[in-house]
């Protein structure tokens, strides 16, 4: 044997030797991890097994238990050691907001329908789900969808005293409701969440059911008797109180404001705003 050939077995023996230390070293330090991991206490919540959308009533393969660390454990979330029959007795429950795959059930988002229909699971207590029929262009160019928000804008045709004595017919506009919620778009309950382009409601009439207090059906109902309905789509981002946005009223168009009563109806306002924040 030449020397070479020794020199390359011994290079290729200090290299196994260094190889089997190294792997002997990380076992070493990868048990006392594996220790620690497993005595963190933890206490198993329910969670969504799969993505459950917006309405859908819960089934056994929709939730399951997963074990969180006790720190993380919200007092929302649904534990096991307070409710070990969740699983079962949730079932048929409807879900009042969309949840990911993993994601703990939270009480309040999940509700018994009582043998009820599961719109009435998504309304939330003190209001009432009620429809208004409008036209293809009264609604936002119809890209309004469920959970969005809107104004409720009454039109209307009355008869007022001219200064001639006799009277005239003039059109006047009010906003009669303000941030209402909306449940439901036609048949649709969800929000879409995927897709290259918005969908648009494509049916000439078409049903928008609203989020109302009592009260404010009332209001509605009495409105939709007077005049014409339209939807005014509000943005995303809560609007701060007194915030001040650029407008074209004062362009030449006094002529229409002569026309326009605001508070020919009473304006209402759902929720109140606290520090920017919608409640």
Known sequence: MSARQIIVL?????????????????????????????DIP????????KDIPQGAALTADDINWRVFPKESINA???????????????????????FLAGEPILAGAVLDPDGRGFMAAMV?????AVSVEFRREAAAGLFI???????????????VRSPQGGTE?????STVLEDVRVLAMDDSVTTQVAGATPTRVEDSDSVVVLEL????????????????IRLALRGVEIEPPGV??????ARGAYALNENVAEGSVRVHAFGEVNDGRRR
């Open 213 to 228: 207090t009592a009260a404010d059906a009332r209001l509605l109902a009495q409105a939709e008797t007077i005049g014409d």
């Open 76 to 98: 929302n979330f649904v534990a096991e050691t307070a409710r070990p029959q969740a699983r079962v007795d949730m079932i048929g429950w409807v879900a009042r907001r969309p």
């Open 169 to 173: 017919e003039v059109t006047r506009t």
């Open 145 to 159: 969808q469920p959970n969005d928000r809107v104004d409720v804008i009454l039109t209307m045709k009355v008869d």
């Open 124 to 128: 939330a207590p003190g209001y009432r």
């Open 42 to 49: 933890g206490e198993r919540v329910l969670v969504a097994a």
């Open 244 to 249: 001040r946005v650029a407008s074209n009223a």
């Open 10 to 38: 011994a290079i290729a023996f200090v290299a196994a030797i260094g190889a089997l230390l190294v792997i002997r070293t990380m076992g070493r330090d990868a048990r006392p991890a594996v220790a620690a991991a497993a």
